[in-house]
């Protein structure tokens, strides 16, 4: 069973930064990051594969960067000149196939606060 643990979050006023981190129990293809705010879909963030590719959001680009440490399987989102839209809960997502979307896997979510 593939486990994702995130750590990081919390409130933050805009303009800030804050940085997650997610650990992975094995090596995946690809890992990054979901969003989902109140009464919204699920949506993409920023992802990087272990070849070090990137793709972000257009809401984020500029302002986030995913990264990655293969070598501990761990995966980061640096989050700076937030506003409160970006409120939301923050889920890591690994895929550990990269054609198969049922290998994809989920952390259990962490909270990010923007207000003033």
């Known amino acids: 069973q593939v486990q994702l643990v995130e750590s990081g979050g919390g409130s933050v006023q805009p303009g800030g930064s804050l940085r997650l981190s997610c650990a992975a129990s094995?090596?995946?293809?690809?890992m990054g990051w979901y969003r989902q705010a109140p009464g919204k879909q699920r949506e993409l963030v920023a992802f990087v594969t272990s070849g070090g590719s990137t793709n972000y959001a257009d809401s984020v680009k500029g302002r986030f960067t995913v990264s990655r440490d293969n070598a501990k399987n761990t995966v980061f989102l640096q989050m700076n000149s937030l506003t409160p839209e970006d409120t939301a809960a923050y889920f890591c997502?690994?895929?550990?196939?990269?054609?198969?979307?049922?290998?994809?896997?989920w952390g259990q979510g962490t909270q990010v606060t923007v207000s003033s």
């Open positions: 997502y690994g895929r550990l196939v990269p054609t198969s979307a049922a290998s994809d896997y």
């Open positions: 094995v090596r995946l293809y690809r």
